[in-house]
Nanobody
Framework: QVSLAESGGGSVQAGMSLRLSCAAS????????LAWFRQKPGKEREIAAT???????FYEESVKGRFIISRDNAKYTLSLQMNSLNPEDTAMYYC????????????????????WGKGTQVTVSS
């Protein structure tokens, strides 16, 4: 069983940056696919970015070039560096994990992930 805990959310102005972190406990995450999802007000939860065990990445189109997903398997952490934030990035951000992934495996549907954190709120004002 893996537990995930997000941190780093907050309220910022447009154009600023935030770095989200997700700490995993209970098991090694080295063989897990990891992802950041976000849920905007009144909308369904959607993928923001995902990273395979080998470091392959996928970014949702609207965050491409602004967000960077990374992982540190030795420290059991997942991060999301968010730059050039805009009000459309306002959402609850969740980290998620899927065990048993191959080195380049990428999964984007929510249903692909078995473990979830409780989320951290990001609010961007104009």
């Amino acid at each position: 069983q893996v537990s995930l805990a997000e941190s780093g959310g907050g309220s910022v102005q447009a154009g600023m940056s935030l770095r989200l972190s997700c700490a995993a406990s209970g098991a090694s995450i080295s063989g897990f696919c990891l992802a950041w999802f976000r849920q905007k007000p009144g909308k369904e939860r959607e993928i923001a970015a995902t990273i395979s065990p080998g470091g392959s990445t996928f970014y949702e189109e609207s965050v491409k070039g602004r967000f960077i997903i990374s992982r540190d398997n030795a420290k059991y952490t997942l991060s999301l560096q968010m730059n050039s934030l805009n009000p459309e990035d306002t959402a609850m951000y969740y980290c998620a994990a899927r065990p048993g992934c191959g080195p380049v495996a990428i999964f984007t549907p929510q249903s692909s992930y078995d473990f979830w954190g409780k989320g951290t709120q990001v609010t961007v004002s104009s």
